[in-house]
Each structure stands twice: as C-alpha cells, then as structure tokens.
C-alpha cells in the first residue's frame, strides 16, 4: 500500500488577521502547514503534494520544510484539489486534507487507511453534533427544528482508495460545484465510511483559534522579547559589512570578529529573550578562535540555542545607526540575508536604518551603532 496525502493551502486565510496567510502561520512555535506535514510522515505517507496560491511557493517551502511538491491551486476549492491530484500522481491510497486542520495525529491517519483496507472506497473522522440545531430565516427569526441524530461535522482528511477519487474527480462536471472530496467521491458512487473524529482537527478560521488549538495541543507559550545593543569603531579600510552584507566604504569597522553590529545587537536580542546571556559571554573576544570570524556563526549559534530550548523565533527588527555608508540602497539585502539565516518568512524580519543628525559618536562619524528587538515564543 502505497500513501499519498494533497494538503489543499491555497486559501488566503484573511478572516484570521494579519497579512500572512494563516497556513504559513506559526501555531505553538511551528507553521501551521508542518504540523501536517509532519503528522502525515509519521503515519508512513510517502508523496505529499500542496496546493498553494499564486507566488507562495517560497513562504509554502519555508512553512512545509523539506520533501513537499507544490504545485498552484485554483479559484475554488475543487480547482485546487484537480491540480493537486494532477501532480500528485496514482498512489494506492490518497488522503486529501486542509492545512488549516492542523492537530492532526498520525494515529487518525492509521484508522482511516484501516477503513479503507476494510473494503471501503472513501473515509473520513467526523464528529457528533452536541449542540442542537434550528432553522432560521433571515431575520433570525425561528421556523423550525432540525432533527440531529443522524447529523455528524465531517473534519479532514478524507482518506480514498487512489482510483477511486481520481476517477470521481475525472467524472465531475468542470463547472461542478462541491463542498468537499466526499461529496464527489461519493457522487461516483463510492462506499464511504465516517469514523471517529478529534477535536484537535478543528479548523483555524479566526485569530482567537490560534490560542484556542494551542491549548489543545496542550502547548501553553509566553512571548518573550529580547533587545541588544552593539556598537563598531570605524578605522582604516575599504568596507564594511553589516547584517550579513558587504557594502564598499571608505573605512571599515575595527572589531575582534568581523565586526557586524547589525548581527551582534540581534544576537544578543536572541540571547535577551532566552535569558542567556550576552554575545561576550558566549564568544569571548579573549579567545583567539573568534578573531575575524564570520557573524553568521554567532547568529546560527543563538538560533540555534532558541531550537534547543523549544523556542522559535517569530520576528527581528534592526535599527542601524550611522550618517555613512547610506544604509537605505542595501537595507533589502540585509532583511533577506537575516531571514535566510533564521529561516524566517522576509515578513518577519524588519531592517531599519536612523541618523543621530550629527550629534554623538555615529554624528561624527567616529563608529556605527545598532540595536535590535528579537520576539520568540517560548514553552511557559
Ligand atoms: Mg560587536
């Protein structure tokens, strides 16, 4: 038996706030797509393809981590699931899920690829219906009674035999429109079954469900922010290199290391908001194997300190400060250097860059400054 899992990723996800999608996300320190991803490798899925919106890809990538296809989704749902089933190829056994589902467990993955080895075409967890129901007109005026014992909440993923969903997919009509992959799996005539569902598949809609399905996962975080300060000399040279980025200039910086104030106040940020210490305290400037060494080392090292200590870094913000070299024409590259080195979404990572208008040593031109605020999310 082979698995094959399409997560369907291509919403835009507004109605939870914020600019990023909410399945790019983070949820108790990880994105919200790599707790599927993750959950489905455990149950022993093989291929896992997503359907993404237009221009994720790279957002989608750093999200998923490592092994995911990704192919561009459609208008609609049902688009997206065809292009997804379209790259993702045959496969025994395939189960389609929303990123936006994600407390899933690998054990659900289990049952529901049990119920399809029973003899059934389709499957999916549903739950029952605690609440009772009534119909409404528009007004929200009462009209009636809805009987809910024979009612369920279907939840994802929804497990098929892999001819069988395919061929139900090539049957409907291209206009179709369906609420899910049951609905047309079984409008093909498939046998399908509802197991037990789990509450922690409940899907993320609002911002207030991000806290709510972290408590679930029984993952309880503080936010934490960190700061640091640093400041450089500048001295004899031709160039100077700040948050991971060489600009020419007619000094340098004079330091013990290669003296990246941008980097070294953000280190320090990260050690601030996991209560570590300082950049001296780790790399002592005594100790000859840090003379000239690369800044990128410290940062690596503090990222991974938070990795260590069940911390994710959620967002950094970089102020430089100095009359010259002109921050502005190189303040991109320094935001995309940071965030490919912490392995941030560029949203995340802010680079900013002030004057103190002559005034004080960055004034006079004698060194740079730089400062930093680092939030992570923490185990409470
Ligand atoms: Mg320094």
Redesign the pocket.
């Known amino acids: 038996m082979n698995l094959a899992a399409l997560i369907v990723a291509a919403g835009g996800g507004t109605r939870a706030g914020g600019s990023t999608p909410k399945q790019y996300r983070l949820l108790a320190g990880k994105p919200v797509l790599r707790w599927s991803v993750e959950a489905l490798r455990q149950a022993g899925v093989e291929r896992i393809a997503a359907a993404i919106g237009a221009r994720q890809t790279e957002i989608a990538r750093q999200a998923a981590g490592e092994g995911v296809a990704f192919v561009e989704g459609g208008p609609t749902r049902t688009a997206s699931v065809r292009a997804g089933l379209a790259a993702l190829g045959p496969a025994d056994i395939i189960l389609i899920h929303d990123a936006a589902r994600p407390g899933l467990a690998p054990g659900l993955v289990r049952s529901l690829v049990q119920t399809l080895e029973e003899g059934f075409g389709g499957a999916a967890p549903a739950l029952r219906l605690l609440d009772s129901l009534r119909r409404v007109d528009a007004g929200n005026r009462m009209i009636g009674e809805v009987e809910r014992e024979d009612l369920v909440r279907v939840q994802t993923p929804q497990a098929f035999r892999g001819e069988v969903i395919r061929a139900a997919y090539a049957a409907l009509p291209a206009d179709a429109a369906v609420s899910d992959d049951l609905a047309v799996a079984r409008a093909a005539g498939a046998a399908i079954k509802l197991i037990a569902g789990d509450v922690r598949l409940m899907k993320l809609t609002y911002e207030e469900d991000f806290a709510v399905l972290e408590r679930l996962m029984g993952d309880v975080r503080v936010t934490c922010v960190g700061s640091g300060f ?1 400041a ?1 000399r500048f001295g004899p040279g031709e160039q100077v290199k700040l948050c991971g980025v060489r600009i020419a200039h007619d000094k340098g910086l004079l ?1 013990h ?1 290669d ?1 990246d ?1 941008g980097w ?1 106040a953000l280190v320090d940020a990260i050690l601030g908001a996991l209560g570590e210490g300082d ?1 001296g305290a780790h790399f002592p400037p005594s100790d000859p194997q840090w003379k000239d060494a690369n800044s990128e080392t410290f940062l690596r090292y503090a990222a991974a300190l938070a990795a260590k200590a069940g911390a994710s870094i959620i967002h950094v913000d970089i102020t430089l400060i100095c009359e010259r070299p002109k921050i502005a024409p190189h303040r991109e590259a320094m935001r995309v250097r940071t965030a490919e080195v912490l392995g941030l979404p560029l949203t995340h990572v802010s680079v900013k860059a002030t004057t103190t208008e002559q005034m004080g040593f960055t004034g006079r031109g004698e060194g740079l400054a730089a400062q930093a605020t680092a939030t992570l999310s923490r185990p409470a």
Request: charged letters at 10%; proline letters at 0%.
């Open positions: 640093d450089h330091g290391s003296a104030a070294h950049i």
